[in-house]
Nanobody, 114 residues
Framework: QVQLVESGGGLVQPGGSLRLSCTAS???????MGWYRQAPGKQRELVATISSVDSTNYADSVKGRFTISRDNAKNTVYLQMNSLKPEDTAVYYC?????????WGQGTQVTVSS
């Protein structure tokens, strides 16, 4: 079992950038990792995923603006978010999946507002 802790959220103006981090309590080497988000009144949605072999996938709404990456030596996954828009406002959750087990972090709030 692995515990995931997100950090890096906050308030940013439209057009700004943030980098989220998700640090695991153990090795994520074999894990497929991802970022999801949930806005008020909406369902949780996929933002980006990165497989154990570094294959990435993005939601259409963030392609070209967000970049997911991982550092297995640090047990950490990152989400670099550029050109942020008000509609990116949400709680962002880190996800780790290995075989039939799925783990979630507690979430970090991202607010994009002027």
């Amino acid at each position: 079992q692995v515990q995931l802790v997100e950090s890096g959220g906050g308030l940013v103006q439209p057009g700004g950038s943030l980098r989220l981090s998700c640090t695991a309590s153990g090795s994520i080497f074999f894990y497929n990792m991802g970022w999801y988000r949930q806005a008020p009144g909406k369902q949780r949605e996929l933002v980006a995923t990165i497989s154990s072999v570094d294959s990435t996938n993005y939601a259409d709404s963030v392609k070209g603006r967000f970049t997911i990456s991982r550092d297995n030596a640090k047990n950490t996954v990152y989400l670099q978010m550029n050109s942020l828009k008000p509609e990116d406002t949400a709680v962002y959750y880190c996800n780790g999946a290995l075989r039939y087990a799925t783990y979630w972090g507690q979430g970090t709030q991202v607010t994009v507002s002027s």
